[in-house]
């Protein structure tokens, strides 16, 4: 059974910036597509990026041009920098894997970000 565990959360102003970290408790990411996802409070759970089967990237576009995710694979753990962080920012952040190669989709227990002056 893998495991994620995210790590990095914490209380940032308005324009700071954090980095977020999911490590995974083995070697998926040949098997799995590892994203990033949000939930605001009283909002859905909402893809903020991820890569792509193909190797690629996609971001939504509210965090476009402030937030990257890349990834370590000798450390088994995928990041999320966050830049110029808004109010808006604010939720609890969620590292996934899945896929149709990946055995199943899992989540991590997510990390609280608190976007507020």
């Known amino acids: 059974q893998v495991q994620l565990v995210e790590s990095g959360g914490g209380l940032v102003h308005p324009g700071g910036s954090l980095r977020l970290s999911c490590a995974a408790s083995?070697?998926?990411?040949?098997?799995?597509?590892m994203a990033w996802l949000r939930q605001a409070p009283e909002k859905p759970r909402e893809l903020v990026i991820t890569?792509?089967?193909?190797?690629?990237?996609e971001i939504a576009n509210s965090v476009r041009g402030r937030f990257t995710i890349s990834r370590d694979s000798a450390k088994n753990t995928v990041y999320l920098q966050m830049n110029n962080l808004k109010s808006e920012g604010t939720a609890v952040y969620y590292c996934?894997?899945?896929?149709?190669?990946?055995?199943?989709?899992?989540w991590g227990q997510g990390t609280q970000v608190t976007v507020s002056s």
């Open positions: 996934s894997a899945s896929g149709p190669q990946c055995r199943d989709n899992y």
């Open positions: 083995g070697s998926i990411f040949s098997t799995c597509v």
């Open positions: 890569f792509t089967w193909t190797g690629g990237i």
